[in-house]
């Protein structure tokens, strides 16, 4: 018992703080009742600060260095107390050190799905994660209103207030950001640059800095993945081109069936039905973007297009070489009704002069 006497009536002349972990940001001193001798030596190692906190209020702060705890030297102490005069007698403060280093690598996530509603693809459901690095950049805030009383206040106690203001801030950027959600995933550095300045408002409210900010990954449903894909290969070929392709095919197909003619005219409907569809949805795209660019030149002037009734039903419009392969397969006949741009009723093939010529130029099927 009278080592512990002798110890609490010893006063403390060395002060510091090594930190050895990796998640602390405020380190009470341990002083054990013991108080602190005037002119005592105050060691504050790089990335930290120091302060000094009498009955609960915050006085002086301290800079990397090695200080000397005198009258001059704690002018905001020194005023509460009243010592106008300097005095050799110890006084009792506690002494909190703030680890002002960078706490990298902290995780953050989203919880639960975030839904979108997108004009294209409808409403689903995306989720994120990443991580950031913040320090504490304004020490005196951030003991007056986050840390308390505590002595020893590790990054656990903070980051699940982080995570909130990170994941609501998220969700508020992926709802207003300007970018398709087809280049989400090409523009992750993209986001995490504007998700770090919206989230730097929020920390600084606790007096720490988002020193970084990384969006890792965007995950969204399969279903929508598939059609970002198709709609990334549909911008990279020739519509028209394709339109005519998916065409020939359907028919050639038709023409393969064994029912007939009449199966080969429903086969020819449905794929006709579909081409144009699609061609006249690009065609009106393509006008549009020809509308808004002035500066291009206008298309080539394109041939003649006919129209064909098929099994009582307008398909087309068609140009002669597809006309010729549809001769050859025996599914236009000279009776075939035929219509294109300035006449003013259907006519049999044979009685339009550049349609009755293909007949002449496509040989007769070969015999059974």
């Known amino acids: 018992m009278a080592i512990w006497d002798k110890l609490r009536n010893e006063f403390i002349d060395i002060i510091d703080w090594t930190d050895d972990s990796s998640d602390?940001?405020?380190?009470?001193?341990?002083?054990?009742?013991?108080?602190?001798?005037?002119?005592?030596?105050?060691t504050v190692r790089e990335g930290q600060v120091a302060a000094l906190v009498n009955e609960g209020q915050l006085t002086d702060i301290f800079e990397p260095g090695l200080h000397k705890l005198?009258?001059?030297?704690?002018?905001?102490?020194?005023?509460?107390?009243?010592?106008?005069?300097?005095?050799?007698?110890?006084?009792?403060?506690?002494?909190?050190f703030i680890n002002t280093k960078l706490f990298t690598d902290q995780k953050w996530g989203t919880p639960t799905p975030i839904t979108l509603n997108d004009p294209r693809f409808g409403m689903f459901e995306i989720g994120a994660y990443g991580n950031y690095v913040f320090k504490v950049a304004d020490p005196e805030k951030f003991l007056k209103d986050i840390f308390g009383t505590n002595s020893h206040f590790t990054?656990?106690?903070?980051?699940?207030?982080?995570?909130?203001?990170?994941?609501?801030?998220?969700?508020?950027?992926?709802?207003?950001?300007?970018?398709?959600?087809e280049k989400f995933a090409g523009n992750l550095d993209e986001l995490s640059g504007i998700a770090h300045e919206k989230l730097k408002?929020?920390?600084d409210f606790?007096?720490?800095?988002?020193?970084?900010?990384?969006?890792?990954?965007?995950?969204?449903?399969?279903?929508?993945?598939?059609?970002?894909f198709e709609l990334s290969r549909l911008g990279k070929i020739d519509m028209q081109s394709y339109t005519q392709y998916k065409t020939a095919k359907s028919i050639e197909k038709a023409a393969e069936n064994p029912g007939g003619t009449a199966a080969a005219g429903v086969g020819m409907g449905m794929g006709f039905g579909m081409a144009n569809q699609m061609a006249q949805g690009m065609n009106n795209a393509n006008q549009n973007n020809s509308?808004?660019?002035?500066?291009?030149?206008?298309?080539?002037?394109?041939?003649?297009?006919?129209?064909?009734?098929?099994?009582?039903?307008?398909e087309g419009p068609f140009n002669k070489s597809q006309l010729q392969g549809f001769i050859s397969k025996g599914l236009l006949l000279p009776t075939t009704l035929?219509?294109?741009?300035?006449?003013?009723?259907?006519?049999?093939?044979s009685s339009i002069d550049e349609v009755n010529a293909l007949f002449g130029s496509v040989p007769p099927p070969l015999p059974s």
């Not at 009258?71 to 909190?96: A, E, H, Q, R």
């Open 24 to 42: 602390t940001i405020v380190y009470k001193f341990e002083r054990y009742q013991n108080e602190i001798k005037y002119g005592a030596q105050l």
């Open 70 to 96: 005198i009258t001059s030297n704690m002018p905001i102490l020194t005023t509460l107390k009243g010592w106008k005069y300097g005095f050799d007698s110890p006084f009792k403060v506690d002494v909190y």
């Open 155 to 181: 990054t656990e106690n903070i980051v699940g207030q982080l995570k909130g203001d990170v994941q609501r801030g998220f969700s508020d950027l992926i709802g207003e950001s300007e970018i398709p959600v």
């Open 201 to 203: 408002e929020d920390f």
């Open 206 to 228: 606790y007096g720490i800095e988002l020193v970084k900010f990384n969006i890792q990954s965007i995950s969204m449903p399969d279903e929508i993945k598939k059609e970002i």
């Open 291 to 314: 509308n808004n660019t002035q500066s291009t030149p206008p298309p080539l002037p394109q041939e003649t297009q006919y129209y064909l009734a098929i099994e009582g039903k307008q």
């Open 338 to 349: 035929t219509w294109t741009t300035g006449m003013e009723n259907w006519e049999e093939a």
